[in-house]
């Protein structure tokens, strides 16, 4: 078991390296590669001015924007990823997702209100963050409380639960929208998602998100594993059962309301990534939580990167992005399954 995590970890971390790197290196600037590692290179050790090739202008780019920027697609990656692999080992279901209880849509709704009434600057930047992130975390124990029942949370009423309260919630929104003349698209940015305009306050934000989220579903792994098998086994095998439900889903969903809360609504990470990894590295969560982290990172970069270099000046908003390189992929993955299931049948 050790022998596979570290090499499915130190490949997976080798390619979150390079993928970095990549990144880092190209923008609308027309900043030169050169330049661009001279630049980190000089932050990072210090040294003389002399005999440099960049301007303030340059420098301000390259450590304010673009390494802030990679930064922040890395961590909402690996947030929406972590959070995906919460939900589809409470749920036993590799088709759920982080906003299967309806956290998208919540956060939308308290985003979607401050920037229709003008209250986006009400305290600064993290007016609409804040909110979202609010109406996120209120939605999903409003999903919770629908749910119980006197022997607890049944997974198929909280799943219809979080079904019926997005599309309250949906509703809401698209009422919003309408509603909204001047400000239409606003909204509708932040609704399918982009890192763009964030700074480093927001990469600093998710940096605590990440680091309790990520040992917390790590440590019940296993209780994850034998939860496979159904609820009444595992009771039986000494798990408690309900305490881990709630505990994974309230940590999955406080990783997905910090995550939209920063980058707006973008999907299929939390889909495809602990779907992909499952099929490489195989069911085992004790692989599956950490691997999730950084392949999510991994690819919220590369979409990150694709969409504002696409068309660049233009950028394209990055939910769109995944979505167009998220849907055909999962679609693939589920053929590939189901080709796998007939030829053992």
Known sequence: MKRKMFSYG???????????????????????????????????????????????GDVAVVTQVRLSRVLLAVLVGACLALAGAGFQGVLRN??????????????????????????????????????????????????????????????ETLI?????????????????????????????????GSLAL????????????LLIGLPLL?????????????ERHASHLGIRVERTKLIVLIGSTLLTAAAVSVSGVVGFVGLVIPHLIRLIAGPDYRLLIPLSAIGGGIFMLWADTIARMAFSPKEIPLGVVTALIGAPFFAYLLYRSKRSQEEMA
């Open 160 to 192: 219809l639960s979080g079904v019926i309260v997005q599309s309250f919630l949906g509703a809401f929104v698209s009422l919003m929208v309408s509603m909204s003349n001047s400000v239409v698209n606003q909204i509708l940015f932040w609704l399918m």
């Open 198 to 209: 964030k700074s480093w306050g927001h990469v600093y934000v998710l940096i605590p998100f």
């Open 218 to 230: 790590f440590a019940y792994a296993n209780p994850l594993n034998l939860m496979v098998f159904g």
């Open 94 to 155: 590799p088709l759920a997702e982080p906003y299967t209880l309806g956290v998208a849509s919540g956060s939308s709704v308290g985003a979607a209100y401050m920037i229709l009434f003008g209250y986006q600057t009400l305290i600064g930047m993290w007016t609409i963050p804040a909110v979202a992130f609010a109406t996120g975390v209120v939605t999903l124990f409003g999903v919770i409380w629908l749910s119980r029942g006197r022997s607890g949370m049944q997974l």
């Open 10 to 56: 130190g490949a997976a971390l080798l390619l979150l390296a390079v993928s970095m790197l990549v990144s880092l290196s190209i923008g609308s600037a027309g900043i030169l590669l050169k330049d661009v590692w001279g630049i980190l290179l000089h932050q990072l050790i210090g040294g003389s001015d002399a005999g440099q090739t960049w301007s303030a």
